[in-house]
T-cell receptor
């Protein structure tokens, strides 16, 4: 069945530094990998996604990389800001199997 | 342009009762999916509706049922509520059921079972 492992579960970085969150999936047929940001009391918000025909996608301070051979993908946030503090979830495929989440805290 | 809206925002029920949660998709979206998010966990896929039919289903018992209306809005029904059904229930909508378009989430309904 589908399974997504996400690491780390918590991450604290100094403001201005970079943060990296990694996910590993098991279903080799998976071809769609979104990342969501969830703030307290809110639903998940799509921040970036990638499909299997590309290896990297960037949107301003956020980038996602995909290694289909190794079945893992990563979220990179550069020049972190306090408003980046939230829980981040990776997911795979159209039914959106979610990872267990990473609580990111940006230290001012 | 309204996003995905869910009602109610909070609900308290007792064991054995039944509950109905409602979702209006984002304008232009015709596919609705429901997820259960337990505290501290990632959302778990319950089922997806497209063209008023259940198209896909996750690993949830048939106490969980749903419906989609001609205007694409949707309901999630849960019968014989258990304490373990306490969670945030999220609705997501998209423009197609095949995963070719991103899903957009509402802010959820917080269901508490006493």
């Amino acid at each position: 069945g589908e399974n997504v492992e996400q690491h780390p579960s918590t991450l604290s970085v100094q403001e201005g530094d970079s943060a990296v969150i990694k996910c590993t999936y098991s279903d080799s047929a998976s071809n769609y990998f979104p990342w969501y940001k969830q703030e307290l009391g809110k639903g998940p918000q799509l921040i970036i996604d990638i499909r299997s025909n590309v290896g990297e996608k960037k949107d301003q301070r956020i980038a996602v990389t995909l290694n289909k051979t190794a079945k893992h993908f990563s979220l990179h946030i550069t020049e972190t800001q306090p408003e980046d503090s939230a829980v981040y979830f990776c997911a795979e495929n159209e039914k959106l199997t979610f990872g267990t989440g990473t609580r990111l805290t940006i230290i001012p | 342009d309204a996003g995905v809206t869910q009602s109610p925002t909070h609900l308290i029920k007792t064991r054995g009762q039944q509950v109905t949660l409602r979702c209006s998709p984002k304008s232009g979206h015709d596919t609705v999916s429901w997820y259960q998010q337990a505290l501290g966990q990632g959302p778990q896929f319950i089922f997806q509706y497209y063209e008023e039919e259940e198209r896909q289903r996750g690993n949830f018992p048939d106490r969980f049922s749903g419906h989609q209306f001609p205007n694409y809005s949707s309901e999630l029904n849960v019968n014989a509520l258990l304490l373990g059904d306490s969670a945030l229930y999220l609705c997501a909508s998209s423009q197609d059921p095949l995963g070719n378009q991103p899903q957009h989430f509402g802010d959820g309904t917080r269901l508490s079972i006493l």
